[in-house]
């Protein structure tokens, strides 16, 4: 029996954090056992916010696929490829933008939410009202044909993209009634309830934030920005005693990273016989080991002139290949077959 088919994808935006690992790569990493997976750098996603910004487009997709191979998301096994370098998946889009009502977009509260951001929440603030594009708005349908033209059975994706997949699984389905085929399957979720990895000064984890550590970082920019992580605030000397509970995040990573200590962690700081900046330092070197392997992988990968770029071409070639069959049926659906 064939394997049930996963697309999920990514926006190109440069050098992935540990949210991203931690959040979204493991679970794909995981699923390659038991499906046949495609991952895709979504470059023309990219494009709905960040039309006008290109120049680092092509680093920043690289940076992704440098990311994913390292670790651990396998070439050989997925299919790793490039939006862009797929044209069904525009050509999809148009004919699905045909049979989705318009009000179907405009009610999806994750896109409200994107068009709020990028507007700015304040009303006085002056934006210039061509920030948000007709393509901005069809990112849902474009979500929909990434879908669609792999014709997946399940898209692992956080919550916040549950409004979208909704959108496509109803489209799926329209499409399928109007024109009376049974060519699409109805993508289903699959949830990645991960909880979210905060940075070291509690908020979100993001490159917004100027929080985040990255993947490719080097061992003393991340034992840096660990070092910066707020702890107990009532702690002025390592003989007071501690509260575990103070220092909320550098627990967190301490679960995530190092589970078996924790209690000891929770013991010598509550008997004050572990400092703060201890305790840090020693995350510093359980993390940056974490990763080692991984840093190491993406170094090498880096050396290899050109490799990155040949998975992204060999695996788009192979996602065209599959693509190609699920518009031709398209077309025949459409009765468009010159
Ligand atoms: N919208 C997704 C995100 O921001 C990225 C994405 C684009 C995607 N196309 C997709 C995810 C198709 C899953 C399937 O995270």
């Known amino acids: ?51 006008d910004k290109t120049d680092e487009l092509r680093a920043d997709v690289e940076n992704v696929v440098l990311d994913w191979v390292a670790s651990g ?20 889009h148009v004919y699905l933008s045909m049979v989705t009502p318009q009000n179907w977009v405009e009610r999806d509260p994750t896109l409200k939410d994107m068009v709020k951001i990028l507007r700015g929440d304040s009303e006085t603030e002056e934006k210039p009202s061509n920030i948000c594009s007709y393509g901005l708005i069809g990112y ?27 959108i496509s699984r109803d489209i799926a389905r329209r499409f399928n009634n109007i024109y009376g085929v049974e060519l699409f399957k109805e993508p289903k979720p699959k949830l990645t309830e991960v909880p979210l990895f ?16 990255k993947i490719s970082d080097t061992e003393e920019d991340t034992s840096k920005r660990i070092m910066s992580g707020i702890t107990d605030r009532s702690r002025m000397r390592k003989t007071d005693i501690g509260h575990p509970d103070e220092c909320e995040v550098i627990f967190d ?15 010598e700081c509550k008997s004050a016989t572990r400092g703060c900046a201890d305790c840090k330092r020693e995350l510093c070197g359980i993390v940056n080991e974490y990763f080692k392997e991984i840093r190491e992988k993406r170094l090498e990968l880096q050396s290899k002139p050109n490799l990155v770029r040949e998975i992204i071409l060999d695996g788009s070639d192979r996602a065209r290949q599959r693509a190609k069959e699920v518009l031709k049926q398209v077309k025949d659906a459409v009765k468009m077959y010159y």
Not at 256 to 261: D, G, I, L, Q, S
């Open 140 to 166: 849902p349908v474009l979500m929909t044909a990434d879908i669609l033209t792999m014709n997946a059975d399940y898209v692992p994706v956080g919550s916040d993209q549950l409004a979208h997949l909704e």
């Open 253 to 267: 990573y301490y679960k995530v990273f190092a589970p078996e200590k924790i209690e000891t962690v929770a013991q």
């Open 1 to 51: 029996m064939s394997k049930s088919l996963i697309v999920s994808g990514m926006r190109s935006t440069g050098k992935l954090h540990f949210g991203h690992y931690l959040g979204v790569l493991t679970n794909w990493i995981n699923l390659q056992k038991d499906y046949d997976c495609y991952y895709f750098v979504a470059d023309w996603h990219a494009l709905t916010t960040k039309f």
């Open 73 to 92: 998301i396998n070439p050989e096994k997925s299919t790793i490829y490039l939006q862009s370098l797929v044209p069904e998946i525009a050509q999809l």
């Open 198 to 213: 905060k940075g070291v000064d509690g908020q979100k984890m993001g490159k917004s934030f100027h929080n985040d550590i």
